[in-house]
């Protein structure tokens, strides 16, 4: 695979217009509220940074890595940690910020997770939603995107680790 067999899917100026209305959505959600902000690693630190950079409340940073993928385009089902949360969530408003929904098996399982671990409450805002691809029914509280059942890279998406500083978002043509 490489960037030849990509086309734009969605534009850098799209995802710049569609962040600001987000982070307007969740700061009248958290109003007057920390927030933490549980970013899952890797493929949603550049959203991470870009949407929170927007959002005025006092926000606190954790990072989760999680891995279902192994380095192919097909999720092996799998959930587990490769590395954990550093400090303790309990009691604090949760807002976990994700690159895409897919099966649904991560935010499944991240979801379950922070609620073990006793936190306040927990939202999830995902940059792109493949609906068509749910196995396992969850729903975001903030959608970036809902896009189409293809493989997409850029803007933190990548394929076997490549193509993530892509300043847009883009689909395999097959
Ligand atoms: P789920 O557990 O919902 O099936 O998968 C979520 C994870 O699969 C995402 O965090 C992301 O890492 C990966 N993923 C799902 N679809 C795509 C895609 O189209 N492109 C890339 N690069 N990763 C994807």
Not at 34 to 60: P, S, Y
Not at 62 to 82: C, N
Request: proline content about 2%.
């Amino acid at each position: 695979m490489n960037l030849d067999d990509f086309k734009v899917l969605i534009s850098k100026e799209e995802i710049e217009n569609r962040l600001c209305e987000l982070a307007k959505e969740i700061e009248k959600d958290y109003e007057g509220k920390e927030i933490t902000v549980v970013c899952v690693m890797r493929g949603a630190c550049f959203f991470t940074v870009n949407l929170t950079l927007k959002i005025k409340n006092l926000i606190k940073y954790e990072f989760i890595e999680l891995s279902s993928y192994d380095d192919k385009t097909e999720s092996s089902g799998k959930v587990r940690i490769v590395n954990d949360l550093r400090n303790s969530i309990e009691g604090k408003d949760v807002l976990i910020v994700e690159d895409i929904i897919d099966t649904g098996r991560t935010m499944d399982f991240l979801v379950k997770y922070l609620k073990h671990k006793n936190a306040k409450s927990v939202k999830i805002c995902t940059l792109a939603d493949k609906p068509s691809r749910r196995v396992i029914d969850i729903k975001a509280d903030y959608v970036g995107f809902t896009v189409p059942n293809k493989f997409i890279i850029g803007y933190g998406f990548d394929v076997d680790n490549k193509y993530r500083n892509l300043p847009y978002i883009a689909y395999l043509d097959e």
